[in-house]
């Protein structure tokens, strides 16, 4: 689901992502998205923290509890995510 916002945003960067819109032939928002998607992989962060921290039931953490909960996501391995066991309901 897509969703409509408001976006300040300076003169330059708006003149390359007009550019760039008119050199690929993509959205400005295809541009964006792509480019953000791109960020949390190059730096690394980890999605899962990320869709934990979005989720509005989530409480505000105290500094430490988000350090402790980042450690422990950054040494998850692909192998901790794969399920270990089925259940039938």
Partial sequence: MKLRKNLTISEDVWAILETLKRVQGRSISDI???????????????????????????????KKENDEITTILDNMTEEDMKPVTELEL
Wanted: hydrophobic residues 35%; charged residues 30%.
């Fill in 32 to 62: 964006i998205e792509n480019s953000v998607k791109k960020y949390v992989k190059l730096e690394k962060i980890n999605p899962l923290y990320l869709k934990m921290m979005t989720d509005p039931n989530v409480k505000q953490m105290t």
